[in-house]
């Protein structure tokens, strides 16, 4: 979002940016410099504000609430029409500063409203007056607003339409506050959904470049806390209605990525000290463990293919008459910043937030309870997800205490619980999107997968995996009991053994990667015989995993006794894209780690062939190069990945290749022969998009391991 000229930021340590300038501003940009405040004399609950003071101003006698006044007179979007600017600054003046900020100051231990008159009392006080005409006038006003807003115009709205609700009420009691507590739901829903609208509405054509002058005016309202609205939607955690508890943790977490860094501290203090009270409010807990949630997983808004793709010059709006003010500024849909203000804000509570929620795990005994553990484990898995864009530096402390929950798996913790941690889990052990890249794995990461192994191969962890459930039905404590379709699969929960399988598959990768390093390593000599025994017992220790794994496997689901667990692995996963091409990787890499370090256990080759999960890879995708050819394109897997490193495979091991492709077969070419079909197409399919130009990267590296193959193919089609 842009912003106007400001005298206080919220603080981290951002590089120096210059000021936006828009419209014809004859302002010169200047450097706006980020200082840091912990070596300054400012308190240290104001560290998360950057203040840019004059030198007359004493900062010992700084407090929040004189911040709080600071911040509200400010004005943080800006538009270059000039009528929109005036109707704003009309607006600042029909409110004063005082009353906007009356009610700023909020504890974070105990959050509270003062309770408002009964209003439909004093209304029946009034002679002739037997129902509140405010109300039913709220709702045509909030009906107007959102038909408006499904338009994606506001122009020719009146710019108080969303206030009016708002001001009627005060109005018949001759103040200023109001209190969404005392609303009927109905309307609270319906207030809270056009403010869900307005944002999603704002966001989306700010990334289009044009945003409907309207549209920037209310969200001004809003940002300036007109009526004190955060407090009152923060306040709606107290409700007992889900509904509005959803949809308020929703509407608050979108005006903060609408917002960004400029919103009131005491919010964030707010939502923090809901997770960190010595007395347990789940509710409240899990209303703003919700709201952190959604910030830290916002991603930038995508066009859909489906809508108008045009030229961005002019805005698709059905109003063709729309006053849409051009946004150009990069950092106007960046969310980076608010990210890491919420990151690091919840960095000094993460350990007391770890042993709270880890005793509710342990004491899971309501729904409640499971709802908050479960949006407590998403959160710190999308902290830890690659596709959040954190620094590295701000979620590195977020990787302790990992190793504290795998021992919370066992037979008494809920499938639910399971499936999360899993997830949790997985994504530490990001094998195929980052781990597999890399040359050196990080000490958190390798630790977490070392006690993977030693839980599987010591302590039974796969048999405390509870993915059957009774004949007949799926059982879930979070829900309850669910009537299964398919009753001769109802017993056995997939997503679990699946994920269940990934995380050990992904843990002896990494645990192989790492013993490929320190073997590279050239301070080891080769007369090192304390090292290389240290090296067989973990190869021995691997491979007792992989034989519970192939044993496991074949004892949940309905697979021949000899088949490998190369074969059993792909039709596994074969309903679950990611989960099958990690799990290939995975493989290879094991199979590629053992042969390097030339293994004294012959059966994980077998075991663990690459090139027979290629080749029943195939036969899940039907010879179909198309298929192929998709995955190479998307982003959703990791086969580019996998698909070079196997070619490269290949190519070094063609007689192991050749012979592979006949096991099994009673013709030795045909197998071959139909792999090698898929490749050639799939080589053919990319050199037509190349020479038009049109493949999305440099796919060069594949297409010339694909031509080695297929000569090596030509030269020795039947050896």
């Not at 840019?52 to 979007?77: A, C, R, W």
Request: hydrophobic residues 40%; contains cysteine.
């Amino acid at each position: 979002m842009v912003l106007r000229q400001r005298e206080t930021t919220m603080s981290s340590d951002q590089p120096v940016k210059k000021k936006p300038k828009r419209g014809n501003s004859s302002d010169a940009d200047e450097t706006d410099f980020i200082h840091s405040l912990h070596d300054s004399e400012v308190q240290s609950d104001l560290q998360a504000l950057h203040l840019s003071l004059s030198p007359d101003v004493n900062e010992d006698e700084i407090t929040l609430n004189s911040v709080n006044l600071e911040y509200n007179g400010k004005n943080f979007l800006v538009a270059s029409d000039s009528e929109l600017e005036k109707s704003v600054s009309e607006s600042e003046q029909s409110e004063p500063r005082s009353e906007l900020t009356s009610s700023a100051s909020i504890q974070s231990d105990s959050f509270s409203i003062p309770p408002a008159p009964n209003i439909n009392s004093d209304l029946r006080n009034e002679p002739g007056s037997s129902e509140s005409p405010a109300i039913s006038t709220g709702d045509s006003t909030l009906n107007e607003f959102q038909q408006s807003l499904i338009r994606q115009c506001l122009c020719g709205v009146s710019e108080t339409i969303l206030c009016q609700p708002l001001q009627q009420l005060p109005r018949v009691l001759g103040n200023e506050s109001i209190i969404l507590l005392e609303w009927d739901d109905s309307k609270v829903l319906q207030f809270l959904s056009n403010l869900q609208l307005l944002f999603d509405v704002f966001l989306k054509q700010n990334n289009k470049g044009f945003i409907c002058s309207k549209v920037i005016a209310n969200c001004e309202m809003i940002i300036y806390n007109r009526y004190n609205l955060i407090e009152q939607i923060i306040s709606l955690c107290e409700t007992r209605n889900k509904f509005v508890h959803y949809l308020a943790a929703r509407v608050l977490s979108s005006f903060l990525i609408t917002a960004k860094t400029n919103i009131n501290n005491e919010w964030l203090e707010t939502m923090i000290g809901f997770l960190t009270s010595e007395s347990l409010n789940y509710p409240k807990m899990n209303f703003s463990l919700e709201v952190i949630k959604r910030v830290v997983e916002w991603k930038d808004i995508e066009i859909h293919v489906l809508e108008d793709t045009d030229s961005q010059e002019a805005p698709s709006n059905v109003n063709a008459n729309c006053e849409t003010v051009p946004f150009r500024d990069a950092e106007s849909f960046d969310t980076s910043a608010i990210k890491g203000l919420i990151i690091k804000s919840l960095e000094s509570k993460w350990p007391d937030l770890i042993a709270k929620i880890q005793n509710m795990i342990l004491n899971n005994s309501s729904i409640e309870i499971q709802t908050c553990s479960l949006t407590f484990l998403m959160l710190w898995e999308r902290i830890i997800s690659v596709k959040a864009n954190l620094s590295v530096i701000d979620i590195k402390p977020f990787y302790a205490h990992l190793e504290t929950f795998v021992a919370l798996l066992n037979n008494n913790l809920p499938a639910i619980i399971w499936k999360q941690l899993l997830s949790l889990f997985n994504e530490v052990l990001c094998y195929g999107s980052t781990l597999a890249l890399q040359d050196m794995v990080p000490d958190d990461t390798c630790q977490l997968a070392h006690l993977i192994v030693r839980y599987v191969k010591d302590y039974r962890l796969l048999d405390s995996l509870p993915y059957r459930t009774e004949p007949g039905s799926t059982v879930n404590s979070f829900v309850g009991t669910i009537p299964s379709i398919e009753a001769s699969q109802s017993n056995v929960d997939r997503t679990l053994l699946q994920q269940m399988v990934l995380l050990v598959l992904k843990a002896v990768a990494v645990t192989v990667k790492e013993t490929r390093s320190d073997s590279s390593d050239s301070s080891v000599g080769s007369d090192d015989f304390d090292f290389y025994q240290d090296m067989q017992l973990i190869e021995r220790s691997i491979r007792d995993v992989l034989k519970k794994v192939d044993a496991f496997v074949k004892n949940a689901s309905d697979f021949h006794p000899e088949t490998p667990l190369c074969n059993t692995m792909v039709h596994l996963f074969s309903d679950q894209d990611n989960y099958l091409i990690e799990s290939m990787v995975s493989t290879l890499d094991i199979s590629v780690g053992i042969s390097y370090r030339n293994a004294v256990f012959p059966d994980l080759a077998v075991l663990l062939n690459p090139i027979h999960s290629f080749i029943e890879f195939l036969k899940i995708v039907s010879h179909d190069s198309d298929v192929l050819l998709d995955y190479l394109v998307g982003s959703e897997t990791c086969f580019l990945l996998y698909l070079l490193r196997f070619l490269k495979y290949t190519r070094r091991n063609w007689a192991k290749f050749v012979s592979s492709c006949g096991e099994g077969n009673t013709s030795r070419s045909n197998e071959l022969d139909d792999t090698m079909a898929v490749l050639i197409r799939l080589k053919m399919q990319i050199n037509r998009l190349v020479s038009r130009d049109l493949f999305p990267y440099n796919i060069n590296p594949i297409l010339r391991l694909l031509t080695m193959c297929e000569n090596l193919y030509d030269g020795n089609e039947y050896s």
